[in-house]
């Protein structure tokens, strides 16, 4: 059965078998102060395997071990004064497809897998919506599953 989270103003239906987490970003510690160049902003992680307790907001190193049928999704989430700038000026997602994909889009190239990255703002905050797939091969139907979780978060407007 498909549970649903929530924190932080986000909101994802995570489905059966699948694994996720929305909190501040792990990156950097609770104390952490500006000049640490770290971020304490809210990421979503969803993942078709188990997400490891320790990760980066896009992965990290844990990707090297995602199998070929793996998905994994992360929604970070930047300052809101980046809300609207050139980066983040499309409004909302866009539809993830199999053809938006490529090996170069990974953060960390990995042999045979591939990603997709979408910069875009909502109700005054901005984001990254960032998808690794574990082969590139399989773009098309590992981007519908992609797909259907990215169509399940919400996201709260800027208070």
């Known amino acids: 059965m498909s549970r649903t989270l929530s924190a932080h103003g986000l909101r994802v239906t995570v489905p059966t078998g699948w694994d996720g987490a929305i909190s501040r970003s792990l990156a950097v510690s609770a104390d952490a102060d ?4 770290g971020t304490v902003n809210p990421v979503l992680h969803v993942a078709s395997f188990a997400l490891p307790a320790v990760r980066g907001d896009f992965g990290g190193d844990f990707l090297m071990n995602m199998g070929p ?5 992360a929604l970070v989430e930047y300052d809101r004064s980046s809300a609207g700038t050139p980066l983040f000026d499309h409004v909302g997602p866009r539809t ?3 053809g938006a994909f490529e090996r170069e889009n990974m953060h960390r190239p990995i042999q ?6 979408q910069f875009y703002s909502v109700g005054g905050r901005a984001f990254c919506l960032y998808v690794a797939i574990g082969s590139h091969r399989r773009r098309d139907r590992l981007s519908r599953a992609a797909a259907m979780v990215a169509a399940t978060i919400a996201i709260d407007p800027a208070d």
């Open 69 to 73: 049928d793996d998905v994994f999704v």
């Open 34 to 37: 500006e000049d640490s160049g």
């Open 112 to 117: 045979g897998q591939s990603g997709h990255q």
């Open 96 to 98: 993830i497809h199999g």
